[in-house]
Structure formats: structure tokens, C-alpha cells
């Protein structure tokens, strides 16, 4: 098992300009989330998917977008990059929302010039 | 008030010494509470889970949780250099299908 897979691992992007950052989990787990971590911040949630199908606002939802599109995967979407989204992007999975033993991707470090 | 408050600043411990971090946490209906350790650089892992008052010991590893005073703790017996990192301590705010972080503390062991 791969368990949670993020991509890419870093990213560079101009002010403006959009991605989509990628993350998939072999775990068969119902509910996924992004998270952003800045220095002195701590992780902070930005959207989150409880079961297949639904998608709510975290913390920090601003200037993103997100998508379930299947169990395996969950994508987050920046649509005008701007430098405050300079950040180190985590992706988690858990089995089910209320346990909630999360289990995290490697990160994408992104850089918005 | 913060959710989860870490406020120690860096612990240094020498090696083969017991190190000791505390959170406490806002939310008196939080239901599971957890420890998680970050490498430089690298994502956060978990390294304990605990859903009742009292201790849970996994290897060197002790979590203790006092629901009543709202915090929970994690002792590390025996600090070896690999326990150097940041421990961040997770909290499921009642009724939350979410997880609620702390900023972390970070360890450092010195051989």
C-alpha cells in the first residue's frame, strides 16, 4: 500500500496563475483533508470531505477550490495564485470522520512569486 | 481561546532523559486526542492515540489525558536523538469529524 500520495512535491508559480494539487489514498478511507502548515501557524485546515460526495469549509477556505472525485481522491484547486498561498500543503485520509486517526501524504511545497 | 494550546517553547533534553509535553485543549466534549511527530521537512505522523482519562503506553511512549482539567500530555522515556522533532497534539472537537492542531513543540535531544 502507497497509503496517502501527493503530487506534485514541489511547485513554483507565478502570481495569477492556477494548479491543482493532487492526492490519492489506497487505504479505503472515507473522509480527506488539506491542510496548510506555516511556520508559527501550525497545520491549519482549508477544506475537508467527510464520505465520497460532500466537501465542506475548514479554517483557511479562501482562495481554494476542492473536489472529491471518487473515494481514492481529492484535489485542491488554486485558481489566482497569490504569494500569501506560499505554503507546505498536506493531504490526510482518516476511515471515518469521528475516529479520525489521521494519516498524512507527504506534503507539496508551493512558492508563489 | 485557542483550541489546542502548546505553549512550551523548544525542549532540550539529554539523551537517555525522560522528555515532557503538554497540551490543553478548549472544547470540554473533544472525544480523542493524539500525538503526532514531524521530522524536518517531512509530514506528520502518528504516534499516539488516547480516548479515556488515564495513561496509555506504547514502547517509550506514555500519553496521559485529565479530561476533567482538559490536557493531555505525552511522556517520552529513555530520549534518543531520533525523538528529536516536532510533536504536534490533535484534538476531535465533540460532534467534529475533523481534527483541531496545536502548533507544536519542538524536542531536541542532545547526545
Known amino acids: 500500500n502507497a497509503g496517502v500520495t501527493q503530487t506534485p512535491k514541489f511547485q513554483v508559480l507565478k502570481t495569477g496563475q492556477s494548479m491543482t494539487l493532487q492526492c490519492a489514498q489506497d487505504?479505503?478511507?472515507?473522509?480527506m483533508y488539506w491542510y496548510r502548515q506555516d511556520p508559527g501557524m501550525g497545520l491549519r485546515l482549508i477544506y475537508y470531505s467527510a464520505s465520497e460526495g460532500t466537501t465542506d469549509k475548514g479554517e483557511v477556505p479562501n482562495g481554494y477550490n476542492v473536489s472529491r472525485l471518487n473515494k481514492r481522491e481529492f484535489s485542491l484547486r488554486l485558481e489566482s495564485a497569490a504569494p500569501s498561498q506560499t505554503s507546505v500543503y498536506f493531504c490526510?485520509?482518516?476511515?471515518?470522520?469521528?475516529?479520525?486517526?489521521?494519516?498524512f501524504g507527504p506534503g507539496t511545497r508551493l512558492t508563489v512569486l | 481561546q485557542k483550541e489546542v494550546e502548546q505553549n512550551s517553547g523548544p525542549l532540550s533534553v539529554p539523551e537517555g532523559a525522560i522528555a515532557s509535553l503538554n497540551c490543553t485543549y478548549s472544547?470540554?466534549?473533544?472525544?480523542?486526542f493524539f500525538w503526532y511527530r514531524q521530522y524536518s521537512g517531512k509530514s506528520p505522523e502518528l504516534i499516539m492515540s488516547?480516548?479515556?482519562?488515564g495513561d496509555k503506553e506504547d514502547g517509550r511512549f506514555t500519553a496521559q489525558l485529565n479530561k476533567a482539567s482538559q490536557y493531555v500530555s505525552l511522556l517520552i522515556r529513555d530520549s534518543q536523538p531520533s525523538d528529536s522533532a516536532t510533536y504536534l497534539c490533535?484534538?476531535?472537537?465533540?460532534?467534529?469529524?475533523?481534527?483541531?492542531f496545536g502548533k507544536g513543540n519542538q524536542v531536541v535531544v542532545i547526545p
Open positions: 490533535a484534538v476531535t472537537p465533540y460532534g467534529n469529524n475533523r481534527l483541531a
Open positions: 472544547d470540554r466534549g473533544s472525544q480523542s
Open positions: 490526510a485520509s482518516t476511515p471515518s470522520g469521528m475516529v479520525n486517526e489521521q494519516f
Open positions: 488516547i480516548y479515556s482519562n
Open positions: 487505504m479505503n478511507h472515507n473522509s
